[in-house]
């Protein structure tokens, strides 16, 4: 078992099964060192589990619930394309973080803390990463969150 | 003439005219291995073709055309950075797709498919690229659809 | 003193205090011959300067003001983490803006080149990047402007 398996299993996380992509393109694309991420949803094995704006049919709590899930989704998009072996990951690079919200909600930040806090506890000084946090009207779906990443990995 | 150009003739596909920069920028930048593409418009030969929100002035087979045309600028400004040979390009990384939209509306994925599509065509296997797709309240000139890319190049 | 240090200082330019993240992220990752710069918000010194939404509560001036605040916080954000050092510069990459607005605002590109500007006046023809510059209806801490970068470096 590699070490970041072993430290998912410390942390209790089992990751959901890697998402299929929502359209015609792919969830991870190795390249120049780097393995990008497409953009994640909230949803476990298939079905999506959080949805509405923040601030108008969302409260913060499931906005954080939501960004949780679509991290983990990152992690298992990653995994199956680093053929199971997240010990590949050097770093993680960046989170593109897009929360749906109503107009006057401004904490974006504390909504995208929840994912990012996922890369610290999972790869440690690794999991330190540049991030934006923005808002916006809708998403796919009428999903909470959507997140897509950069890594660099071995 | 070059694998790619035989292809888009073969898909029956007229590049536009390399579109020039909306400001103060470049709408190519070829950097560690990978070229950046600026976030492209929905404009033909210097003329926008679809503007609107979808879902409130614009309808969705409008935002898949907005989306193609922005997928086809994207080509012709690579094209054109790679001194007219898309034979350098060894992989379609990502895709970002902003589309302008009603709150509610949440067939973002079915928009950016249009662009993605051309990716496919052009490029085969090559094509294959990450992607986010998300909806805005607003864009430049009130196009329905802007899209930036990322390609790994020889 | 170094080049850029030169050149900021014939600009007039005093770059701010490198920004403190605003969550559980950091403000640059250096990986693959690249920086990621975080997305950076209009602040000095840990004060926000410039809120509200384009057209709704907050003019075009404003936000050209934002976006160029915005831009100095990268460049202070991307020494810190080059250990004082901007000569390490080998281009700047690409710019991501995102301005809050109200719908029907469509001079995104407007708001932008402010930063863009600060790009090329800094590190004149290595400042000439590819851009994205969307709409989006909230920002964190009810900014007007986030920016995030990626530059080339030494």
Redesign the interface.
Known sequence: MSKIDDRLQELGITLPTAPKP????????L????A????QIPAVDGNIRYTG?VGRDADEDTARAAARTCALNILAALRSALDGDLDRV??C????V?????????????V??SA??VM?QVFGEAG???????????????VTV?I?A?F?ID
Chains 1, 2, 3 share one sequence.
């Open positions: 929502g359209g015609s393109y792919v969830p991870v694309v390249a120049a060192g780097m990008f991420v497409a953009g704006a050097r770093r690079v960046k989170l593109g897009f929360v749906q919200c109503a107009e006057g909600f401004d904490r974006q930040p504390e995208a803390n990012s806090d610290l330190r990463h540049a991030r934006f946090a923005v808002g916006t009207n809708a998403l796919p779906r009428n959507e897509d950069i660099e």
